[in-house]
């Protein structure tokens, strides 16, 4: 047991949305009384202040953050199997959008350091059906876009971000989800904006794009029973968008406090491990703050009996899984597969304190002496 003799959670959501609770109930009975469940006024409501913040003109919501990506993918009609990079350590949800739209991934592996596509073997896996780069702003760092976006220039390829994780994360002060034509969002529970079911949205400043997403999401109709396009059932729910109203206000507050959180790990913890690295110009939102050891199986198994919770993003390299292989079959990607074997996530929940980061590094560090 842990000084506090309390459980550190990896995350708990039950406290995480305990202040917001009071808006929540009584929007909610606000959502009940008006009898519009679907695509109605808090969906709008949702969508502007969303794109607002993000420095979008339009967003538009949907199901899930899958959804979005393969969305995102779908409106810019690519030939079928057309190629699109995307790094080989992301979650998997990036590569099955790409697969779901019809289209091959090539991965590319990250940077060692900041653990995002690195630009520098971009240009080496462009071929002639390469269409688009999906971009992976990973853990809340953004990706390091000015060489991203040259290459893209140069090569005519669209620009796809995957923001899942990096909601109000910056690239030399421009918000992720912006550089492109098309930013992918995730508002899974646990994200730093997170709903309390799935959600997701994209964003977008080309009004031919934003206008043809309003479709496919809606079973490819622009007027109802008539369908311009083959589409999806993909709205986001009515009542997800009254309880993003409610945290989006507070999205830069629980940014803020993640920050904190890393910033006592980066002043704390043992040098011996590999802690994040920033890039230059990016400013991260931490949705993850993950940490390197040879030993990250013992380490997690030692927090555990102290009943402190810490997670794996991710155990499994794309390459290597189960399902995927017939894609990846003579595919290596070795730094991928180095991260996966050796990343281990920390408490950096809104619901985390500053004193429970103290205690978690202190064990760490503990055990690192050992």
């Known amino acids: 047991m842990n000084p506090t003799n309390k459980v550190i959670y990896y995350e708990n959501l039950a406290k995480l949305n305990q202040s917001f609770e009071p808006a929540f109930r009584e929007k909610f009975q606000a959502f009940l009384s008006k009898g519009w469940y679907i695509l109605g006024e808090e969906v709008s409501r949702f969508e502007q202040a969303f794109a607002a913040y993000c420095g979008a003109k339009y967003c538009i919501g949907v199901a899930n953050g899958l959804d979005a990506l393969e969305l995102g993918i779908q409106v810019f009609d690519f030939p079928k199997q057309s190629e699109i990079l995307v790094p080989s350590n992301t979650y998997i ?27 520098t073997l971009i240009e080496s896996k462009i071929t002639s059906k390469t269409k688009a780069i999906l971009v992976v702003h990973l853990y809340g760092q953004a990706a390091q876009m000015d060489e991203i976006c040259r290459l893209a220039e140069k090569y005519n390829l669209e620009i796809i971000e995957d923001c899942a994780q990096a909601h109000g994360a910056t690239f030399q002060q421009q918000q992720v989800g912006t550089f492109g034509n098309i930013g992918a969002f995730s508002f899974y529970p646990t994200k730093n904006l997170g709903a309390l079911a799935d959600a997701g949205a994209i964003i977008t400043s080309d009004e031919n794009i934003y206008q043809k997403l309003k479709a496919l999401r809606n079973y490819g109709s622009e007027k109802k029973y008539y369908n311009k396009y083959i589409g999806k059932n993909s709205r986001l729910d009515e009542l997800q968008a009254t309880f993003l109203n409610v945290k989006l206000p507070f999205l830069n507050a629980i940014n803020e406090h993640k920050r904190k959180l890393a910033k006592i790990y980066d002043q704390q913890l043992s040098d011996k491990l590999i802690k994040p690295c920033i890039a230059t110009n990016s400013e991260s939102v931490y949705h993850i703050y993950n ?80």
């Open 93 to 119: 949800a990036s590569i099955l959008a790409i697969v779901n739209a019809g289209h091959i991934p090539v991965l590319v592996e990250p940077d060692i350091k900041t653990y995002n596509i690195n630009p």
């Open 291 to 370: 940490i390197r050891t040879e030993r990250r199986n013992e380490l997690k198994e030692y927090l555990l009996k102290k009943e402190i919770y810490t997670e794996i993003h991710y155990p499994v390299s794309p390459n290597q899984q189960e399902g995927y292989k017939h894609l990846f079959f003579d595919k290596k990607c070795p730094i991928s597969e180095e991260i996966h074997a050796t990343t281990l996530s920390l408490p950096i929940s809104y619901a985390t304190t500053e004193e429970e980061a103290l205690i978690v590094s202190k064990y760490i560090n503990e055990f690192i002496k050992a």
